[in-house]
């Protein structure tokens, strides 16, 4: 296994994951219904989200908290995205990006579980 290293990789990774993440019976249902249908744009933004984060090349612009914000979602799906995340990073790649990838995406299920609950606890 080798570390990422380009865009193919990111790729790949993004690629798979959201497979996984589509046939997932927790939070497959959540995902498919929100893009409904629009997966391949999904799949181009998080191509560019996830080269500006692991390769620094700027591609990304934009927010990606927003459109999570209103998601029916709780901490026991972001567990479970992290879990299949790590599960398909460590299946194909090795070294360090890869493992700044588990970090990064474990801080971002964190963020935005933590905004999601202050959002619903604060709503009037």
Do not use: C
């Not at 497959?28 to 090349?57: A, C, Q, S």
């Not at 493992?99 to 474990?106: M, P």
Request: charged share 30%; no cysteine.
């Amino acid at each position: 296994m080798q570390d990422i290293q380009n865009i193919n990789d990111i790729k790949q990774m993004v690629d798979s994951f959201y497979g996984r993440v589509q046939k997932d019976d927790l939070i497959g249902p959540i995902f498919n219904e929100k893009l409904n249908g629009r997966w391949p744009e999904h799949l181009e933004k998080m191509y560019k989200f996830w080269e500006t984060v692991l390769l620094d090349n700027h591609s990304y612009y934009g927010s990606p908290f927003a459109p999570h914000a209103r998601l029916p979602v709780e901490k026991l799906h972001f567990d479970r995205w992290v879990m299949l995340f790590n599960q398909n990073m460590d299946e194909q790649f090795k070294g360090d990006i890869a493992e700044e990838a588990k970090w990064r995406a474990a801080k971002m299920a964190q963020m935005f579980n933590y905004k999601i609950d202050y959002i619903r606890e604060n709503e009037t």
